[in-house]
C-alpha cells in the first residue's frame, strides 16, 4: 500500500520529470492512496499546468479523466477526513518545533496517512519529508535531487 502526496500522484498519470522513479515504485504495489483532499490538489495542479502551457488541454483532460476513473474503479483509494485525524494534525503541530515549515495541506496529507495506519510516505517535498517523522511516518525520497 503506497501513499503518495499529490505532486507525486500527477507523475503516476504524465510524463512529467520523475515519473519514470514513480512508475517504478507503483510496479512493487498493490494499491495507490490519498487524501480527500488530494482531489481539489489534483485538480489544481491540472490548472496550473494548462495555466502555465506545459502541456495541452486535451492531454491534461485526458489525465484528469483517468484519474477520476482510477477512483471509481477503486485503483486510486481516496482516504476519508475525521475528527481522529484533525485531532492527530493539531496535537501533532501543537508540538512540534517552532521552526517546522508546513503547508496545511501536507499536514493533513500527513496525518490522514498516520490515522489509516500507513507507515511511510513518499515525496521530494523537502519539508514535507521533515515534518513526516513528527506523525510517526518514515519517508521514502522517490525522485532524487540533481
Known amino acids: 500500500m503506497l501513499y503518495f502526496d499529490t505532486n507525486h500522484l500527477y507523475r503516476v498519470y ?5 515519473h519514470e522513479a514513480v512508475k517504478h515504485l507503483l510496479a512493487k504495489t498493490e494499491r495507490i492512496s490519498t487524501v480527500w483532499h488530494g482531489r481539489a490538489e489534483f ?6 499546468k494548462r495555466r502555465e502551457g506545459w502541456d495541452s488541454p486535451v492531454l491534461l483532460k485526458s489525465l484528469e479523466s483517468q484519474f477520476q476513473e482510477d477512483i471509481r474503479s477503486g485503483l486510486v483509494e ?4 475525521n ?16 521552526n517546522t515549515h508546513l503547508r ?12 489509516h495506519g500507513f507507515t511511510e510516505v513518499h515525496s521530494n517535498d523537502r519539508h ?3 515534518a513526516a517523522p513528527l506523525f510517526g511516518l ?3 525520497e522517490v525522485i532524487s535531487k540533481p
Do not use: N
Open 14 to 18: 504524465s510524463t512529467e520529470p520523475g
Open 43 to 48: 485538480a489544481s495542479i491540472l490548472l496550473g
Open 78 to 81: 481516496v482516504l476519508p477526513l
Open 83 to 98: 475528527d481522529s485525524i484533525m485531532l492527530r494534525l493539531e496535537s501533532t503541530l501543537r508540538s512540534a518545533p517552532s
Open 104 to 115: 496545511a495541506a501536507d499536514a493533513l496529507h500527513l496525518a490522514c496517512a498516520a490515522e
Open 128 to 130: 514535507f519529508l521533515t
Open 138 to 140: 518514515r519517508t521514502v
